[in-house]
């Protein structure tokens, strides 16, 4: 169990950009989560995976923003077009399902983006 | 709307005491709610999680109570420690809530904690 990695952990962008992150969640995980912080807040909700299907999308993600896990194992974020109010921390996060439907998540150590 | 509100100020405690967290919400029926800690420039690392059902959880130092009616969690830490030093985050687990599909974790803002030796 290497735990949940994200790549890269740093990203400088100029505006108008288009920028990608990776995250590999463990191994076992079917469920997979992404997250935004800024300063002084907390992780802000913006999709979950349960496998390969996308359930659920933060209302307050634009359509600049896409999320994909095509295998069911690691995810990709892409932001197209970014703007300096992307500048945050993404965080990836990852969890065990199954009947009882709970449990714990196991963040990434976040790629920290920044917009110029 | 929904909110989930933590302390709004930083809480700054002496060695050796009891530091006590407090995590608010409105407008949520969650079936779980977990703490986190997160250290600077680091991912949130889970410490507990209280069911609905439960009135109170313990781990080593860490103490939390749930209570549904008032729609709030206290975190406690006995015998606190400069190393506890971290901010800490509850989350909600809208698991139940009828309109989404899976589950949902829903973060407050956090509550930052210094602990002075």
């Known amino acids: 169990d290497t735990g949940v990695s994200q790549d890269p952990r740093h990203k400088i962008t100029k505006r108008g950009q288009n920028v990608t992150f990776r995250c590999d969640p463990i191994s076992e995980h079917n469920r ?63 969890s065990r399902g199954g009947g009882s439907g709970y449990g714990e998540l196991f963040f990434g150590e976040g790629s920290r983006l920044t917009v110029l | 709307s929904q909110k989930i509100e933590q302390n709004s100020e930083a809480l700054n405690i002496q060695e050796g005491k009891t530091a006590t967290l407090t995590c608010n ?29 439960e009135k109170e959880k313990r781990k080593e130092r860490l103490k939390v109570t749930f209570d549904t009616t008032l729609k709030q969690s206290l975190f406690h830490i006995t015998a606190s420690q ?36």
């Open chain 1, 32 to 94: 997979l989560y992404w997250y935004r912080q800024t300063l002084g807040q907390g992780p802000e909700f913006l999709t979950y995976f349960q496998n390969e299907a996308q359930l659920e999308k933060s209302r307050l993600l634009s359509d600049r923003f896409s999320a994909e896990r095509p295998k069911g194992s690691f995810s990709t974020l892409e932001i197209q077009r970014t703007e300096q109010g992307d500048s945050a921390m993404y965080l990836c996060a990852s």
């Open chain 2, 82 to 117: 400069p190393a506890d030093s971290a901010t800490y985050l509850c989350a909600l687990d809208l698991q139940f809530t009828p309109l989404l599909s899976g589950n949902q974790f829903y973060f407050g803002t956090g509550t930052s904690l210094t602990v002075i030796p």
């Open chain 2, 25 to 53: 919400y409105t407008n949520y029926s969650p079936a779980y709610l977990q703490w986190y800690r997160q250290d600077p420039g680091r991912g949130p690392v889970f410490l507990l999680l209280i069911r609905e059902n």
